[in-house]
């Protein structure tokens, strides 16, 4: 979209700081993309050989899904104030869902990755099928502790895109990237998390984050309230 023909958006302070975190937070959701795209094992005592095997990387892969998770909410504000022009209401919805969302799935995988490593780390106990099941226990039950986060995520990310194309801030398709993702989220149930679908949610969330960067960082010395009107 043309900087000169797009939209006012809201006086938003600190724009080039909260463009940062929106770069930032995009970027952090490509690491975890490829970090998803990994082959990992299906079975309990594969999943302990692996990360008995790879400690390191899960450790790395750790420390970027804390930091996405933290830096990912200062860009979720930043948006909800670019788009709550036209409905303040709908905007601290997708706002609220969207930040806890993220919260609640960050702490979820976070919890399934430190569950496995503390197996590893205690050694196991004396009957080497008892830390497997223990690793059962946590890998299906990290399916429950994520879904949560990824529903809600998915309806904040929906409001979203709906309100990016009602706003006309952000480009059409940027909005589109957004419907996307938040209709891959909500589905989250209905098919049983298919791994497809959260790579589709990080990939939109990715776009939203350069997009929402490159647009704080160009037109934050520009940035005004809309005229006053009836809203639309």
């Given at each position: 979209?043309?900087?000169?023909?797009?939209?006012?958006?809201?006086?938003?302070?600190r724009a080039?700081?909260?463009?940062?975190?929106?770069?930032?937070?995009?970027?952090?959701?490509?690491?975890?993309?490829?970090?998803?795209?990994?082959?990992?094992?299906q079975?309990?005592?594969?999943q302990?050989?692996?990360?008995?095997?790879?400690?390191?990387?899960?450790?790395?892969?750790?420390?970027?899904?804390?930091?996405?998770?933290?830096?990912?909410?200062?860009?979720?504000?930043a948006?909800g104030h670019?788009?709550?022009?036209?409905?303040?209401?709908?905007a601290?919805?997708?706002?609220?869902?969207?930040?806890?969302?993220?919260?609640?799935?960050?702490?979820?995988?976070f919890?399934?990755m430190?569950?496995?490593?503390?197996?590893?780390?205690?050694?196991?106990?004396?009957?080497?099928?008892?830390?497997?099941?223990?690793?059962?226990?946590?890998?299906?039950l990290?399916?429950?502790?994520?879904?949560?986060?990824?529903?809600?995520?998915?309806?904040?990310?929906l409001?979203?895109?709906?309100?990016?194309w009602?706003?006309?801030?952000?480009?059409?398709?940027?909005?589109?990237?957004?419907t996307?993702?938040?209709?891959?989220?909500?589905?989250?149930?209905?098919?049983?998390?298919?791994?497809?679908l959260?790579?589709?949610?990080?990939?939109?969330?990715?776009?939203?984050?350069?997009?929402?960067?490159?647009?704080?960082?160009?037109?934050?010395?520009?940035?005004?309230?809309?005229?006053?009107?009836?809203?639309?």
């Open positions: 979209m043309d900087d000169k023909h797009a939209p006012p958006i809201p006086e938003l302070d080039s700081a909260l463009g940062r975190f929106s770069l930032l937070s995009g970027a952090t959701s490509v690491l975890m993309l490829i970090a998803t795209l990994r082959p990992a094992p079975s309990a005592a594969g302990l050989a692996y990360f008995a095997s790879h400690q390191g990387v899960i450790a790395m892969e750790a420390v970027i899904l804390l930091v996405w998770a933290v830096f990912s909410i200062p860009f979720v504000v948006l670019i788009l709550r022009p036209k409905s303040p209401a709908f601290l919805a997708a706002t609220l869902l969207s930040a806890a969302g993220i919260l609640l799935l960050g702490f979820a995988v919890a399934h430190g569950a496995l490593l503390s197996i590893v780390a205690a050694g196991g106990p004396p009957n080497a099928a008892d830390a497997i099941y223990q690793a059962a226990i946590w890998g299906n990290g399916f429950y502790l994520t879904d949560p986060g990824l529903m809600a995520w998915g309806l904040g990310q409001l979203f895109g709906w309100l990016a009602r706003s006309q801030v952000l480009p059409n398709w940027v909005s589109v990237a957004g996307i993702g938040g209709v891959a989220g909500l589905l989250t149930l209905a098919v049983y998390q298919t791994p497809m959260a790579l589709v949610q990080l990939a939109s969330f990715a776009v939203w984050g350069f997009a929402t960067g490159i647009l704080l960082l160009r037109r934050r010395g520009g940035m005004r309230c809309p005229p006053s009107g009836d809203g639309t």
